[in-house]
């Protein structure tokens, strides 16, 4: 079986901090990692072999800085790794990103796809579902366990308020949520094996005859972001200190009591 | 020429959903200046006693697709649904619930018929120079807002975060019109098999319904920490919520976590008890319409945040706090 | 000249940091308090492969080098020094031991179960009459057909509490003074072999540190490890490399009060503002990693000397001798800023402070380490 995960390098958004004096985000000193729903899908890709053989493939889109990610998944155990680089790809939405990667499975071949649900940088949930209707395989989306029964896979769906389980035939693509399971750790031999094995990178010329040009990067993306700006905090309220226990009771208890509550 | 707001309603076992209520409300308010209609889309089996709902938040039409095959969700069969109703009908815009049901049909549609999808948006314009859908949505772990437009592909879509749209309940209305529109369904559609679903056996807390929430944080110091707020969430009628760090160290379920990797709340009033305010969590409970903070930490960005910021021992504060307000309600009885 | 570490290096480093932030730190104050090691957490490390780091791939090691043990050394250290010592005692004295002078059979047989993360080794040297002078030692080993009868007391063996294999050192001919020292396996179960419980430490608390007594212990000849009167020799090599991983793990714990204390005085305000906005404090900070930076210079110095098959032994004297000093100003210097709160248990630095103390005495004092370098200067 050969399983394909596609991964995506985020910056740690937990570390993202606001400049208080000019209102815009500090970028500098941001580590940037493997998302973490991706990197459950490598677990969940990992397990997928230990039970029943073949191998993982990690793939990526995303500048060639994007190579460190590929190695620590190749650390944590994936067989080969795959970077999608091009300045073509650049600027792409969901949709473009998902056909730029559909491309790319395309040309590698594969039985399962596996993504994360959501990566934290743009939370949008959207390209692993956008990848399954480029190949026109059968998705199943919020994966908290999976095995496989012959040519198909059993997928437990968290849904909200309750649990589907899934049958599908393969391929199919799944997408993995970051509770399925604490990823591995790399190993300091798999650091090792990592930078001593080849990355394939596929640039535009390798894919350009498994999509439409005109319909990646930031041109032929159908959406635009027009303006981004950072969250102004809400008006002064009121701040009391230095008042006893009582006093501060006193206090809430008028205002719940202006503002209609009690 | 593409026209009208498509709002996709979600129905889970026959019951239709909230979000899709506050998304016709939304509808309703942006379609006033583009002089578009509102339509309501249904999916499902035997969901046609479900209209009327829809005219009463700002429908003027309803689009019914009924089919057993419809009577889940299944990706594959609503996808091709809802994928021939806009092939139909050609809609200007449509709008879905950022629901684990909406986020997972809406990318599949806007892939197949080849548009923009815009995810998790929490607020909506219309630009007036072009009449523009314009879709605001946090990205950066909440950090920073985009707006973002879908210039030359149609409909313009986006799901829209459950919550965040006030529901807006019309107090006279004129039942639309109800359009049942067929889809033929091949059992090819049905291209993978559900073999069971269960639903979970905890009871289901949605701390998004609550009008008072008191949430704590790592300033409660732990599990037991949790009781006293508890006690004060029962004396006002309100839920115990908290932030991330609570959640984490296991001190209280997930369900009832507040903050962008959980639950966005607007409650009428939020007790942000031992809660620092980090920005992911502020993300869930910004909009809250008065916030009260007790912390011991003056400095805290809850407490530059709040409306009213007591600076303070919580342990000390809350259990006398619910005895107080205990009291205030006995002598409001005896007036 | 290059200060940079290679990327394989970096993602090392990244793995190491994560895994202490992760899995060490949560549970650091408790395996102190209870001078307790984890087992589960010890299964971890073996699992991630940090008790095979420099050791090649084809006896079941990861394939790095002495360079990326110091980052795991430095990194586990800055969060709990045990852990340090636990991996500092397997590797570089017991395992490498056997990798520099054990034949391919003893390699195969004792070496990979080592180095893949299946077994625990030990190394016992010390004895309660001779510590610096290793030569004084009293454990003697007399051959009996195919066999060695090992009897004596080996002391302060750190791991030994949950060893499978023990590296002890023995006097096999009383008459050639330290040429009578030869080195032998003792696998966990041999008859006559016991271990004593913990022995009550200022520091470090978590790591096992046993009395070890061999009563007429029996091993086969073949457990011999190098030649008869070759064990002086051993020791002595695997604790000039010992003492690399001795001064990362100085490094670290200095690094790791710092950090705790620069989070501090952020956070921690005094006469209106936060105790990091007086000068003194920048000045102390400063100070103390400038120390620190040039400690870490010195061990990654040493750990490329010995990789690149140097004469690395005064380089490792001198960084153990510095970093180790460094250690314990900077854990004091970090338990001042924090005031009564750094004096309380509930904060780390305390417990760095007293591992600190350690570092300039184990795996040779801070004086042997002294005539270790003005030796080698030929300051006679």
């Known amino acids: 079986m050969r399983i394909v995960v596609c991964i995506k390098q985020v910056p740690d958004t937990t570390e993202v ?60 155990g994936c067989d080969e790794a795959v970077l999608l680089s091009a300045r073509e790809f650049g600027g792409s939405d969901t949709w473009a990103t998902a056909s730029i990667i559909a491309a790319g499975l395309n040309k590698i071949g594969y039985d399962l796809v596996i993504t994360g649900r959501q990566a934290i940088d743009g939370d949008t949930a959207q390209v692993g579902p956008q990848i399954a209707e480029q190949l026109k395989v059968p998705q199943i989306s919020y994966a908290e366990e999976l095995y496989n029964e012959g040519e198909y896979m059993i997928i437990k769906q968290n849904f909200d308020d309750r649990y589907n389980t899934i049958k599908a035939k393969m391929p199919c693509l799944i997408t993995i949520l970051g509770e399925f399971a604490i990823p591995r750790y790399m190993t300091v031999g798999g650091i090792v094996d990592a930078y001593e094995k080849e990355i394939t990178v596929l640039g535009f010329e390798d894919l350009k005859d498994l999509l439409n040009p005109e319909f990646i990067g930031l041109k032929g993306s159908p959406t635009n972001v027009i303006k981004s700006f950072t969250k102004q905090a809400k008006g002064q309220g009121t701040k009391l200190a230095d008042l006893s226990a009582d006093e501060a009771v006193a206090a809430i208890i008028q205002k719940l009591d202006e503002i209609h509550i009690i | 020429m593409c026209k009208d707001i498509y709002v996709v309603i979600e129905q889970r076992d026959g019951n239709v959903q909230k979000v899709g209520l506050e998304l016709l409300s939304e509808a309703t308010r942006l379609a006033e200046s583009l002089e578009q209609k509102v339509v309501a889309v249904i999916m499902g089996d035997n969901v046609a006693s479900k209209a009327d709902l829809m005219f009463k938040y700002g429908a003027s039409k309803v689009i019914l697709v009924e089919d057993p095959m419809l009577k889940n ?61 314009l879709m605001t949505r946090p990205a950066f772990g909440g950090n920073i807002m985009a707006t973002i437009v879908c210039r030359n592909y149609k409909p313009q879509m986006a799901t829209v975060r459950p919550g965040v749209m006030k529901l807006i309940e019309k107090d006279s209305y004129e039942k639309g019109e109800v359009v049942n529109f067929k889809v033929d369904f091949v059992p090819e559609d049905m291209n993978v098999e559900i073999l069971e679903v269960t639903k979970e056996e905890k009871k289901h807390v949605d701390i998004t319904e609550a009008k008072i929430l008191v949430s704590g944080g790592r300033g409660v110091g732990g599990s037991e920490g949790f009781d006293p707020l508890k006690e004060l969430a029962d004396a006002l009628g309100g839920e115990v919520a908290s932030s991330r760090a609570g959640v984490d160290s296991g001190w209280i379920g997930k369900e009832r976590q507040v903050g962008q990797t959980g639950k966005t709340v607007r409650p009428n009033l939020y007790i942000a008890c031992g809660i620092s305010g980090a920005i992911q969590h502020m993300a869930g409970m910004e909009e809250s319409d008065f916030i009260l903070a007790i912390n011991k930490d003056e400095s805290a960005p809850m407490m530059d945040n709040a409306d009213l910021g007591i600076v303070g021992d919580v342990k000390v504060i809350i259990p006398k706090l619910t005895e107080a307000i205990k009291k205030f309600k006995e002598t409001k009885i005896v007036d | 000249m290059d200060f940079k570490l290679s ?61 990326s043990y110091t980052l795991c050394m430095e990194e586990v250290s800055k969060v709990d020094a045990s852990t340090g010592i636990t991996i500092s005692v397997h590797t570089s004295l017991c395992s490498t031991s056997i990798f520099d002078y054990g034949s391919e059979e003893q ?21 309660p009459g001779a510590g610096s002078d290793a030569g004084g030692a009293r454990t003697v080993a007399n051959l009996d057909g195919d066999e060695y009868v090992i009897t004596g007391t080996k002391v302060f063996t750190t791991n030994a509490g949950f060893a499978d294999t023990f590296l002890v050192f023995a006097i096999t001919d009383k008459s050639k003074g330290t040429k009578g020292m030869s080195a032998f396996i003792v696998e966990k179960g041999t008859p006559g072999l016991s271990v004593s419980a913990n022995i009550p430490r200022m520091g470090i608390r978590a790591a096992s540190n046993c009395e070890v007594i061999y009563d007429n212990v029996k091993v086969p000849a073949a457990n011999r490890i190098g030649k008869e009167g070759d064990g002086f020799k051993i020791a002595m090599k695997a604790l000039d490399g010992g003492r690399i ?55 990654w110095r040493a750990a490329k000397a010995k990789d690149d098959k140097e004469n690395f032994g005064p380089y490792a004297a001198m960084c153990k001798l510095f970093a180790s000093e460094v250690a314990n100003e900077v854990t004091r210097g970090s338990v001042q800023l924090l005031g009564g709160y750094g004096f309380s248990r509930e904060y780390p630095v305390e417990r760095m402070m007293r591992d600190a103390k350690i570092t300039e005495i184990y795996e040779g004092t801070s004086e042997v380490m002294k005539m270790v370098i003005a030796g080698n200067m030929k300051i006679k």
């Open chain 3, 245 to 299: 991983g001795i001064g990362a793990q100085s490094v670290g714990i200095a690094q790791g009060a710092l950090n705790e204390a620069i989070k501090y005085v952020k956070e921690r305000k005094q006469f209106g503002r936060t105790i990091s906005a007086f000068q003194n404090t920048q000045f102390k900070i400063a100070e103390m990693q400038t120390k620190v930076d040039a400690a870490r210079l010195l061990v």
């Open chain 3, 107 to 127: 390699k195969e047989k004792f070496l990979r179960p080592l180095i893949d993360g299946s077994k625990v080794g030990c190394f016992g040297l010390t004895e």
């Open chain 1, 17 to 76: 901090k606001l400049d208080p004096k000019t209102n815009t985000l500090i970028r500098e000193g941001v580590p940037s990692i493997i998302n973490p729903d991706d990197k459950a899908g490598l677990e969940a890709a990992l397990r997928l072999r230990e039970q029943v053989g073949g191998t993982v493939t990690v793939l990526c889109m995303g500048p060639p800085q994007a190579d460190v990610a590929l190695r620590e998944a190749l650390a944590m």
């Open chain 2, 73 to 133: 969700y299944v990706t594959e069969p609503y996808t091709k649904a809802f994928t021939k109703v806009v092939e139909e009908f050609k809609p200007d815009m449509v709008l879905f619930g950022a629901t684990v049901m909406g986020r997972d049909l809406a990318p599949r549609v806007a892939s197949k018929i080849h548009t923009g999808l815009t995810a998790d948006c929490t607020s909506l314009d219309i630009d007036p120079e072009s009449n523009l859908l």
């Open chain 3, 7 to 67: 990327k394989t290096h970096l993602l090392q480093q990244e793995l190491y940091r994560k895994f202490a932030e992760t899995e060490i730190k949560p549970i650091a104050r408790d395996m102190d308090e209870s001078e307790e090691y984890s087992m589960e957490l010890l299964e971890k490390i073996q699992k991630c492969g940090f008790l095979g780091i420099p050791f090649p791939k084809e006896y079941g090691g990861a394939g790095g080098d002495v360079l």
